[in-house]
């Protein structure tokens, strides 16, 4: 009898516990956003108006976000934003954190893939050890003529967050290259290993 019955609660839990974190993260991400805005709005639209609706905040940073695409995307906008965007990376602090977030933004959200090129297999961190690595480009002839090596540039991603790692120059001929996509072997990597990617 409690055997069963511990079976059916490990069972639920399985299903319970995914969901409602998946739910509960999700809340925390609207209210996080909405009092980003809120917070200004909300007195302003009690004093004016007499009420408040949550997600207005989410509705208008949507809308500012979108009116700062339109603009950026035309020709005079591009403009703009270069010049700011040459002086805001000569400040101390935005020279070392701006180019980084940039990165990670264009990465996730640019029309122009910046996506990884292939999954491929190296034998890291030492000899005998293999990791799925993201195959990114190819490394400069400067480079290669040092090394006396034809390099390629490899991502390697942490565990349980594929978007941490480091990047390493690895010879081609050591590069194992796979058909696997992206999207299973992130999925690979979040889960420690515990869902296989597909078939080599």
């Known amino acids: 009898m409690f055997s069963r019955l511990r079976t059916y609660f490990l069972s639920g839990m399985v299903v319970f516990l995914p969901v409602a974190l998946t739910i509960y993260l999700f809340i925390i991400a609207l209210d996080f956003a909405d009092g980003f805005l809120g917070k200004f709005l909300q007195p302003y639209f009690m004093e004016r108006f007499g009420f408040y609706f949550h997600g207005l905040g989410i509705l208008l940073g949507v809308y500012i976000i979108i009116l700062i695409g339109f603009f950026v995307t035309n020709f005079f906008g591009k403009k703009i934003h270069a010049f700011f965007e040459r002086i805001l990376i000569k400040l101390p602090f935005f020279r070392q954190v701006y180019p980084a977030f940039k990165e990670i933004a264009m990465f996730l959200f640019s029309r122009e893939k910046m996506a990884f090129k292939q999954v491929v297999i190296v ?78």
């Open 123 to 200: 034998e890291y961190p030492r000899k005998g050890l293999y990791s799925f690595g993201f195959l990114t480009n190819e490394m400069i002839e400067k480079i290669n003529k040092i090394t006396r090596q034809d390099l390629c540039n490899v991502f390697m991603p942490s565990a349980p967050g594929p978007l941490t790692g480091y990047v390493i120059m690895v010879p081609k001929k050591d590069v194992v290259y796979t058909d696997l996509s992206v999207e299973e072997t992130v999925k690979f990597i979040i889960s420690g290993g515990v869902v296989n990617p597909g078939n080599l």
